[in-house]
C-alpha cells in the first residue's frame, strides 16, 4: 500500500516555511534588527524579565504575516509585551520596518514554527493571549489532518494560557471555520466566552483591517472571529 504525504511521518506544523524573496529594505531591517529582538528556539525556557526587561502582561502571535496587525497593537498597548512567530522571512522583516517607524521596543520575534516554540521556550501557564488569525485553512479534505487546530494544539496552547488567559482564532474559510468551532468546544479547560457554539464578534485585538482581510471580504466571503477563556 503507497504511504499517503501525511503518513507515517507526518508531524503537524504551523506553517510551511515560505522564503520568498524580500525588498531591500526588508532584508537590511531583518539584518540590523534580529540581533535586537530575534529569540532563538536553541535557547532555554523564555525568561520574559531577562528578555523584555520587565514583567508584563504578554501575548504571543502565531503567523503574523507582514505584522500589520501585530505592530498595530504592540503600538497600541505598550504597556503589554508581545511574542510574534513567524516562518516567512521577509514578512519578519516587514515587521522589523515597522517597529523601526514606530519606535516600538516590546515585540520579540521567532523565526520557527510555533509547535517549536510553545514545546521548547514558552513557559506553563505563562502567556495573557494567543491568537491565530486567517491559518492555511488545508481546503482538500485529504488535508484537513494538516489544520493546525486539532485537540491536541489546543491542548498545548492551553497548557501555555494563565487562569484567565484566552486564545482568539479568526478565519475567512467556513468550513475552517465549522471545524475551529467543534474542536475548541470539545476542548478541555476552554469556555467560549461569545456562549456555547457560537461565533465572537470582531475583538479590539485585531485592530486593523489586513491587505489579506480585505481580499477576503472583497471576494464576498465572510470572517469568523472565536475567543475562549482558560
Aim: hydrophobic share 40%; with cysteine; aromatic share 10%.
Amino acid at each position: 500500500m503507497s504511504t499517503s504525504p501525511l503518513q507515517p511521518h507526518f508531524r503537524l506544523r504551523s506553517f510551511v516555511r515560505r522564503d520568498g524573496r524580500a525588498t531591500l529594505g526588508q532584508q537590511q531591517a531583518y539584518a540590523n534588527l534580529w540581533p535586537h529582538f530575534g529569540l532563538q528556539v536553541e535557547e532555554k525556557t523564555l525568561n520574559y524579565q531577562q528578555v523584555f526587561g520587565r514583567e508584563a502582561p504578554c501575548l504571543l502571535e502565531i503567523g503574523f504575516g507582514s505584522g500589520q496587525s501585530l505592530i498595530a497593537l504592540a503600538k497600541a498597548h505598550p504597556e503589554k509585551n508581545f511574542i510574534g512567530v513567524e516562518t516567512h522571512r521577509p514578512g519578519i522583516g516587514a515587521l522589523f520596518l515597522g517597529m523601526k517607524t514606530h519606535g516600538l521596543q516590546n515585540l520579540r520575534i521567532y523565526y520557527s514554527d510555533v509547535i517549536d516554540v510553545l514545546e521548547k521556550c514558552i513557559p506553563a501557564t505563562s502567556l495573557d493571549s494567543v491568537q491565530l488569525f486567517f491559518p492555511d485553512p488545508w481546503p482538500k479534505r485529504r488535508h484537513h489532518p494538516r489544520r493546525l487546530i486539532q485537540l491536541a494544539f489546543v491542548s498545548l496552547v492551553t497548557s501555555k494560557l494563565k487562569p484567565g488567559g484566552t486564545l482568539h482564532l479568526a478565519t475567512d474559510w467556513e468550513d475552517y471555520a465549522i471545524h475551529m468551532l467543534r474542536t475548541l468546544e470539545k476542548s478541555e479547560g476552554i469556555k467560549n466566552l461569545a456562549g456555547e457554539n457560537q461565533y465572537a464578534l470582531r475583538s479590539c485585538y485585531r485592530p486593523i483591517i489586513t491587505k489579506f482581510e480585505q481580499r477576503a471580504i472583497h471576494a464576498g466571503r465572510k470572517i469568523f472571529d472565536l475567543q475562549f477563556i482558560k
